[in-house]
């Protein structure tokens, strides 16, 4: 079956410091990873997607950016984080099953910028 | 990609039907219309999809009309776990897959 992880759970950092927030994926091969970011009560925004290795799409510009090294290994950073990324980020993977695309959520990393 | 348009809460009590209905007036014609359920601090969770008429599976149905510019989500005989936020959203098949934008969602309040 597949699973996808998230790491770290919880992070706390200081404005103007540096970010890393890594995702993978179980047991499916080429998928589609996104990442998306929910601030305090409010819904998901998508901010990148990613179709293959080095294959990334950005939704919405900020100071965040996405790589993906391996095929099944999601990356997020940020060189200076702002009060403003705080938030609950979540990685996905989508696939096509029973006939209906669905994307599968990690259990997100809750990202608090002090 | 489609923007949708959903109540921002709705109230229920134990035992009830539920509809939450969603607007999305924009719909292309490679959309299909997704409903996933979240909880808080936790990813959302895929519930239902559907392209046109109607669809059913162990957890809920989904009515669509024949323009397609909406969509019903009905869940049967609510509990109190089922309070959350239900987000409505229509997804591009996109060549190189599958993305989807996420709304503000209606957060269900299920009630003893």
């Known amino acids: 079956s597949q699973t996808i992880h998230q790491w770290p759970a919880t992070l706390v950092q200081p404005v103007g410091s540096p970010l890393s927030l890594e995702c993978t994926v179980e047991g499916t091969s080429n998928p589609n990873l996104y990442w998306y970011r929910q601030a305090a009560g409010r819904g998901l925004q998508l901010l990148f997607y990613?179709?293959?290795?080095?294959?990334i799409s950005s939704e919405v510009p900020q100071n965040l950016s996405a790589s993906r090294p391996q095929d099944r290994q999601f990356i997020l950073s940020s060189k200076k984080l702002l009060l403003s990324d705080s938030g609950f980020y979540l990685c996905?993977?989508?696939?096509?099953?029973?006939?209906?695309?669905?994307?599968?959520f990690g259990p997100g990393t809750r990202l608090t910028v002090t | 990609l489609a923007k949708t348009t959903q109540p921002i809460s709705m109230d229920s009590y134990e035992g009830q039907e539920v509809n939450i209905t969603c607007s999305h007036n924009n719909i292309a014609t490679n959309d299909y219309i997704t409903w996933y359920q979240q909880f808080p601090s936790q990813g959302p969770r895929f519930i239902i999809q559907g392209y046109k008429t109607k669809v059913t599976n162990e957890v809920a149905s989904l009515f669509i009309p024949a323009d397609r510019k909406s969509s019903t989500l009905s869940l049967p005989r609510v509990s109190l776990s089922d309070t959350a936020v239900y987000y409505c959203?229509?997804?591009?098949?996109?060549?190189?897959?599958?993305?989807?934008?996420f709304g503000a969602g209606t957060r269900l309040f299920v009630k003893a």
């Open positions: 996905a993977w989508s696939t096509y099953k029973k006939g209906s695309y669905e994307q599968y």
């Open positions: 990613s179709v293959g290795i080095g294959q």
């Open positions: 959203l229509v997804g591009d098949i996109w060549p190189g897959g599958f993305k989807t934008i």
